[in-house]
């Protein structure tokens, strides 16, 4: 990374600290967001990244999978669970894995600009806050007096 930030000083940059704005930031930067974590049992990254329209790109583990559904193969999963396929997901550890996820929503970008805008706010529209899963608890607590 070092070399390429020499080489583009104007396009690429590692910064190694935290920092909250500048975080949000980048994430309101992104048309996309790859996170190819091989254990993640939450998965915030891609939650935030969506909300500011970046499209995760993600390896199906734990939460990153609980959250992404792939435009390509989980219509059928993404159905049951009520959202609309929101991003792209790969399942090896290879490069091949990733590589193959990328490609298919770089082309997308290109080759098809409004879908990939709408895919976009398909992501946006996303809802993975406790609002739901907490008035199903609130139910089935409620059942369990009946």
């Given at each position: ?12 940059r ?24 091989m ?47 929101n ?60």
């Amino acid at each position: 990374m070092q070399q390429a930030g020499s080489k583009y000083p104007n396009q690429v940059r590692m910064v190694f600290t935290y920092d909250e704005p500048l975080s949000h930031l980048i994430y309101a930067g992104c048309d996309m967001i790859a996170v190819p974590s091989m254990f993640e049992p939450c998965g915030l990254t891609q939650m935030i990244a969506m909300r500011y329209g970046a499209v995760p790109i993600v390896r199906r583990t734990g939460g990153l999978r609980d959250t992404v559904f792939d435009v390509d193969d989980d219509g059928r999963r993404a159905a049951e669970a009520g959202v609309s396929p929101n991003g792209y997901s790969f399942e090896g550890t290879d490069e091949a894995s990733l590589e193959y996820a990328l490609d298919r929503a770089i082309q997308k970008f290109y080759d098809d600009r409004a879908g990939f805008t709408e895919l976009a706010r398909t992501a946006m529209q996303c809802d993975w806050s406790w609002t739901n899963p907490a008035i199903d608890y609130v139910d089935m607590y409620y059942n369990t007096l009946i």
